[in-house]
């Protein structure tokens, strides 16, 4: 089946400094990517659509010049948090749609803890 | 917009019993498609099962079946003999034609032995 990585699994940072989060589809080619953000016992929120070659689409309420989200190829995008503080920490998941696999198939990747201290 | 309502914050169950849980949504939308994740402790969001809402038939996987009620906008989940490792937090989840999912707020399921 189709599979999506994310590296680091977890990361902590001290606050001001920036963290940058990969999600990669392993087996297939993904032309949009999605970012989600899921506080301690909460949903996942969506952040933005990522798709392969332009602008990301960012969700009401996020801050795109905090969170930047580039996807420069059809096997990567990157969510990097800048200038990271303590209330960005939160678990943070990716999933990457596989136009090949059918109208509905999205796999998630395993997500990604950040803590800012 | 479309929402997607969890009413059941937590739902226990004894090993082996049967178990349904709640989910209703609201969209405007004619063609669209619901979900069931199950987010274990590892945080790894796994596919239980799918509905396309233009399809009439329930869907079902193994002990893991759907009550879909397109007039009502009500999906529920029922599994069936309940086992230990189906203990975690179930998300509703809603998807048209953007490809955006929305979750439900979730439903933490307790297995008991």
């Known amino acids: 089946g189709a599979v999506v990585s994310q590296h680091p699994s977890w990361v902590i940072c001290k606050s001001g400094t920036s963290v940058k989060i990969e999600c990669r589809s392993l087996?297939?080619?993904?032309?949009?990517m999605f970012w989600y953000r899921q506080f301690p016992k909460q949903s996942l929120m969506l952040m933005a659509t990522s798709n392969e070659g332009s602008k990301a689409t960012y969700e009401q309420g996020v801050e795109k010049d905090k969170f930047l989200i580039n996807h420069a190829s059809l096997t990567l995008s990157t969510l990097t948090v800048t200038s990271a503080h303590p209330e960005d920490s939160s678990f943070y998941i990716c999933s990457a749609r596989d136009p090949a696999a059918g109208a509905y198939e999205q796999y998630f990747g395993p997500g990604t803890r950040l803590t800012v201290t | 917009a479309q929402t997607v309502t969890q009413s059941q914050p937590e739902m226990s169950v004894q090993e082996a019993e049967t178990v349904t849980l709640s989910c209703t949504y609201d969209t405007s939308e004619s063609d669209y498609y619901l979900f069931w994740y199950k987010q274990p402790p590892s945080r790894q969001m796994i596919l239980v099962i799918r509905?396309?809402?233009?399809?009439?038939q329930n869907a079902t996987e193994n002990r893991f079946s759907v009550n879909f009620q397109k007039a009502a906008k009500s999906f529920s989940l029922k599994i069936s003999d309940s086992q230990l490792g189906d203990a975690a937090m179930y998300f509703c989840?809603?998807?048209?034609?953007?490809?955006?999912?929305?979750f439900g707020t979730g439903t933490r399921l307790k297995v008991l032995a």
């Open positions: 087996d297939f080619q993904a032309t949009t």
């Open positions: 509905q396309e809402a233009y399809k009439q």
């Open positions: 989840a809603y998807r048209a034609g953007t490809y955006k999912y929305i």
